[in-house]
């Protein structure tokens, strides 16, 4: 089983559309979550830690199932700009130096 | 303005040449990392720093080193040895280790191809 496993889509949503992500992770003692946004051909960008109790930015939202091992991300009301690919990235529990573990990328793409 | 640059943005190599692929950031961050990206897949990590002249294999250091001779600066150096070396390089740096929520913050990757 990967560490950390994405659903690679691509998801096609119309602009308007309330879009969700999944990623699950299999090492329960890990410690932090984070969602990445890397456009094509670009570098990834950080786009929101996810915390225990869950938290938002704008029109999106990540939360944390710890007993489920699995995090979200929620995207309201897609823009065009959204379109990208989502990395589900986990720092995974006993590891050193804050090394990441990175899923395979969600791709979404909104459509006019 | 702070950041991470690479160099070159496009490499291209033939068969038996080794390669260095550079990376400096001016952000005063301890930590530096490698990663490498297939097309279709997450980053895997080669390498990462600490701290100036001690460095770390990730998980798929075969057929690379690296230096970090200078806090700015962590070049990658891709030898022959390395089977399949046609990927998305991309650098990465963060400030030290002290709270499990450091941001990794990436430079601009560079693009091998062998030929």
């Known amino acids: 089983r990967k560490e950390v496993e994405q659903d690679p889509g691509p998801f096609n949503v119309p602009e308007g559309a309330t879009v969700a992500f999944n990623c699950t992770y299999s090492?329960?003692?890990?410690?932090?979550f984070f969602w990445y946004r890397q456009d094509c051909r670009k570098e990834p960008k950080l786009l929101m830690s996810?915390?225990?109790s869950g938290n938002e930015d704008g029109r999106f939202t990540a939360q944390l199932n710890r007993a489920s091992q699995y995090i979200s991300l929620l995207i309201r009301d897609s823009k065009l700009s959204d379109s990208a690919t989502y990395l589900c990235?986990?720092?995974?529990?006993?590891?050193?130096?804050?090394?990441?573990?990175f899923g395979q990328g969600t791709i979404l793409t909104v459509h006019p | 303005d702070g950041g991470i640059t690479q160099s070159p943005k496009y490499l291209f190599r033939k068969e038996g040449q080794n390669v260095t692929l550079s990376c400096e950031q001016n952000?005063?961050?301890?930590?530096m990392y490698w990663y490498r990206q297939d097309p279709g897949q997450g980053l895997r990590l080669i390498y990462y720093?600490?701290?100036?002249?001690?460095?770390q294999k990730g998980d798929i250091a075969e057929g690379y080193s690296v230096s970090r001779e200078k806090k700015e600066s962590f070049p990658l150096t891709v030898t022959s040895a390395q089977k399949n070396p046609t990927a998305f390089y991309l650098c990465?740096?963060?400030?030290?280790?002290?709270?499990?929520?450091?941001?990794?913050?990436f430079g601009p990757g560079t693009r091998l191809t062998v030929l």
């Open positions: 952000l005063n961050h301890d930590a």
């Open positions: 990465a740096s963060s400030t030290p280790y002290g709270a499990t929520t450091d941001t990794q913050y």
């Open positions: 720093s600490q701290i100036v002249n001690d460095f």
């Open positions: 090492n329960s003692a890990s410690q932090s």
């Open positions: 996810v915390y225990s």
């Open positions: 990235v986990v720092i995974p529990g006993g590891t050193s130096y804050g090394k990441l573990t």
